[in-house]
């Protein structure tokens, strides 16, 4: 009995060795698995790509330095937003206010084929004449179908161009009935009613604005046409042989068809880039005004005549599309300025006259401060 307890003595002994070693080697590995890990943390930081492919491997340190890591590598400067496009939409308005100058000029050189800067009453007269400040040329003048209507009438071709847009060709024609009461002796009631027509014109309007790159300036040409219609209600004196007087209301509508159009191709600096649409301009018109035409000595005529203007029902015919801005439809309200003219005429022989005239517009934009001046040659009959 005492062999076999001894063996089973040493043998107990070897089996605790056995696991005391296996023990000892587990240890190990679990250390030598921590140390892996961290490691591969310093590892993956250097490298996000490493660490991608290693998340596996169920090390939390690493993943986590990674997307650290990762992020730092990836992020940039943001480019500049160029600014302007509120700039951009307000040339919008600016081109309203150019287009109303456009009607108003283009009526006020009307009314010289109406004779606006002669008497209400006198005799048949042709007159030939041209002007500068806007060029134009033409003819026009009046002739007696009664003894109480007239017929005033003429044509001419012009060319003008004010606060930003260009009118480079326009025939204008216009024609009026002139009812005067003469029967009712020297101081009497007259009429007028009338019309401007110019049904083509060539035109170039410009649309300025300002960026964060810098200012842009655009011209673009289309066409458009002017139609008015007028009526007038005065009250006439002949206060002398060389003197006559007179103080009148008139009424105008006014219209303006300008065809669609879109900024000029090719231009290096158009962030915000505009389409005109096709529209119509429109306003209506009062006037109350006077004149006096006075003969000095046997030779010399001269005539002045003025009057204040005020615009309602105003509305603009555009409709632009905005990059940037989006749809813009801009707005005029009322307006008021002043009208003159004058004339000074120079009998040269019986019938003939030599004419000084000048006519303008005198106020705030968008009408503004014009003068329009010219000579000519009246034949009267």
Same mark, same amino acid.
């Given at each position: 009995m005492a062999n076999p307890s001894r063996g089973w003595i040493v043998f107990g002994t070897m089996l605790v060795a056995v696991s005391l070693f296996f023990l000892r080697d587990?240890?190990?590995?679990?250390?030598?698995?921590?140390l892996s890990c961290g490691t591969s943390t310093g590892t993956y930081n250097s490298d996000s790509v490493n660490s991608e492919s290693?998340?596996?491997?169920?090390? +939390? @340190? %690493? !993943? *986590?330095? $990674?997307?650290? =890591? +990762? @992020? %730092? !590598? *990836?992020? $940039?400067?943001? =480019?500049? @937003?160029? !600014?302007?496009?509120?700039?951009?939409g307000n040339s919008v308005n600016d081109l309203a206010k150019q287009r109303f100058n456009q009607m108003i000029?283009?009526?006020?050189?009307?009314?010289?084929?109406?004779?606006?800067?002669?008497?209400?009453?006198?005799?048949?007269?042709?007159?030939?004449?041209?002007?500068?400040?806007?060029?134009?040329?033409?003819?026009?003048?009046?002739?007696?179908?009664?003894?109480?209507?007239?017929?005033?009438?003429g044509i001419a071709y012009t060319q003008y161009s004010e606060g930003g847009y260009s009118v480079t060709s326009a025939p204008i024609g216009a024609f009026a009935l002139r009812y005067d009461?003469?029967?009712?002796?020297?101081?009497?009631?007259?009429?007028?009613?009338?019309?401007?027509?110019?049904?083509?014109?060539?035109?170039?309007?410009?649309?300025?604005?300002?960026?964060?790159?810098?200012?842009?300036?655009?011209?673009?040409?289309?066409?458009?046409?002017?139609?008015?219609?007028?009526?007038?209600a005065g009250w006439m004196s002949r206060l002398s042989p060389r003197d006559e007087v007179a103080a009148s209301v008139e009424v105008w509508q006014l219209w303006q068809r300008v065809n669609g159009y879109t900024d000029p191709?090719?231009?290096?600096?158009?962030?915000?880039?505009?389409?005109?649409?096709?529209?119509?301009?429109?306003?209506?018109?009062?006037?109350?005004?006077?004149?006096?035409?006075?003969?000095?000595?046997?030779?010399?005529?001269?005539?002045?005549?003025?009057?204040w203007v005020q615009s309602f029902a105003t509305?603009?015919?555009?409709i632009a599309t905005v990059t940037g801005d989006g749809t813009v439809v801009p707005t005029i309200g009322n307006q008021g300025w002043f009208e003159y003219g004058g004339r000074l005429g120079f009998r040269i022989t019986k019938g003939w006259v030599a004419d000084l005239f000048l006519n303008g517009t005198a106020g705030p934009q968008p009408v503004g401060n014009t003068i329009h001046g010219g000579v000519g040659l009246r034949i009267s009959y």
């Open positions: 587990e240890s190990g590995i679990v250390h030598a698995q921590s290693q998340a596996g491997t169920g090390c +939390s @340190t %690493s !993943t *986590s330095t $990674s997307s650290s =890591t +990762s @992020t %730092s !590598t *990836s992020s $940039s400067t943001p =480019t500049p @937003t160029t !600014t302007g496009a509120d700039s951009s000029t283009n009526r006020v050189l009307g009314t010289v084929l109406l004779g606006v800067n002669e008497q209400v009453n006198c005799s048949d007269c042709v007159s030939a004449f041209g002007s500068a400040g806007s060029f134009s040329a033409g003819i026009h003048g009046r002739k007696s179908l009664t003894d109480n209507l007239s017929l005033l009438a009461f003469v029967d009712w002796g020297s101081s009497r009631p007259f009429f007028d009613i009338g019309t401007i027509l110019t049904p083509y014109e060539k035109v170039r309007y410009t649309r300025s604005y300002t960026t964060s790159l810098g200012a842009v300036s655009l011209d673009s040409q289309t066409t458009a046409s002017n139609y008015a219609v007028y009526g007038r191709a090719g231009v290096p600096l158009n962030p915000f880039d505009a389409s005109i649409a096709g529209g119509t301009d429109r306003t209506s018109l009062v006037k109350v005004g006077g004149q006096w035409t006075h003969l000095f000595g046997s030779n010399v005529e001269a005539n002045v005549n003025g009057g509305r603009s015919g555009i």
